[in-house]
């Protein structure tokens, strides 16, 4: 979600937030089955007086839902077109407000994707792993095949920069093809083209000063919630009343996330690998799926 909040200010787009979907271990909830980012995140503008953002991000990045977006590009304006089918514009509709990860479901998420993806002006094959995505702000009004004949020293330093950034990824260019695309649909819920990596990891801006103005917008404003904030500062507080203020540690020991053998180590070992971080009789509060 930060690559695509990063992306979105950067380039001047507007930000079009998904349906509400069932997530990973909360689907079974029964009160709230569906989800969408505005139940995580902080939104509405503001700053705290030392100039940290108190609230979201939406006073910088436009968001508007899928709902909005279809009412307003598709239906009114018709910039793009509907389904044809009756059976696949029935499925893409209903699951405009909430749709589910299921293809024999009435709100498939998977119908209103590949329609998105059919009717896009642009749909990158980008992926976290393989790709890093170059913001080069002089290069985005050039043609891909379009390169410095002999660049100066300061473009030397930026490629040497970019090389050692990507590593043994490929690289990608923010170029005019991309921006010059007025709708861009990535498909990152597919296996092939996941995003599943930090913003700071797979987006490289040439320009340093642009780059740490877009950290600080994640840092400062793509946030949890209020609510999460708070029901945190509550365990925070126990933690702390229970050290007599000497302070805690936590983990994240994450054993039904992934799925292989040899994540699943004992407690024992945990111990073992970790007891030359810990002070002796510090409280340790663990996290666990």
């Keep these: 979600f930060e690559i695509m909040v990063v992306f979105a200010a950067a380039t001047g787009r507007t930000l079009i937030l998904p349906p509400?979907?069932?997530?990973?271990?909360?689907?079974?909830?029964?009160i709230a089955k569906h989800r969408g980012l505005q139940n995580f995140f902080q939104y509405g503008g503001g700053h705290h007086a030392n100039g940290?953002?108190?609230g979201g991000f939406d006073d910088i990045v436009d968001t508007i839902t899928m709902d909005e977006f279809f009412q307003k590009e598709i239906v009114e304006k018709k910039s793009y077109p509907l389904p044809t089918d009756g059976t696949n514009l029935?499925?893409?509709?209903?699951?405009l407000h909430k749709c589910d990860y299921r293809l024999k479901s009435e709100k498939s998420c998977i119908y209103?994707?590949?329609?998105l993806a059919n009717i896009a002006d642009y749909v990158p094959n980008w992926m976290?792993?393989?790709?890093?995505?170059?913001?080069?702000?002089?290069?985005w009004f050039r043609d891909k095949n379009v390169s410095e004949s002999t660049p100066s020293l300061q473009r030397?330093?930026?490629?040497?920069?970019m090389r050692q950034?990507?590593?043994?990824?490929?690289?990608?260019?923010?170029?005019?093809?991309?921006h010059n695309a007025r709708f861009i649909h990535f498909r990152s819920h597919?296996?092939?083209?996941?995003?599943?990596?930090?913003?700071?990891?797979?987006?490289?801006?040439?320009?340093?000063?642009?780059?740490?103005?877009?950290k600080r917008l994640v840092r400062d404003r793509v946030r949890y919630a209020d609510e999460i904030f708070c029901a945190g500062g509550k365990i925070v507080k126990a933690l702390l009343r229970e050290s007599n203020n000497a302070g805690y540690s936590s983990m994240h020991i994450r054993r039904g996330d992934f799925q292989w053998p040899k994540m699943r180590i004992s407690a024992e070992e945990w111990v073992e690998n970790t007891r030359h971080i810990f002070q002796p009789g510090e409280i340790i509060y663990i996290a666990t799926d």
């Design 20 to 30: 509400d979907h069932p997530l990973y271990l909360l689907r079974k909830d029964k």
């Design 90 to 95: 029935t499925k893409v509709m209903n699951s």
């Design 128 to 139: 976290g792993e393989r790709n890093c995505l170059i913001m080069d702000d002089e290069q």
């Design 112 to 115: 209103l994707f590949d329609h």
């Design 156 to 161: 030397q330093l930026q490629r040497k920069k």
């Design 190 to 214: 597919l296996k092939d083209t996941r995003l599943l990596v930090h913003f700071y990891a797979f987006l490289h801006f040439t320009n340093e000063r642009i780059s740490n103005y877009h």
């Design 52 to 54: 940290r953002g108190n």
């Design 165 to 178: 950034f990507c590593d043994k990824r490929i690289p990608i260019y923010y170029d005019r093809e991309v």
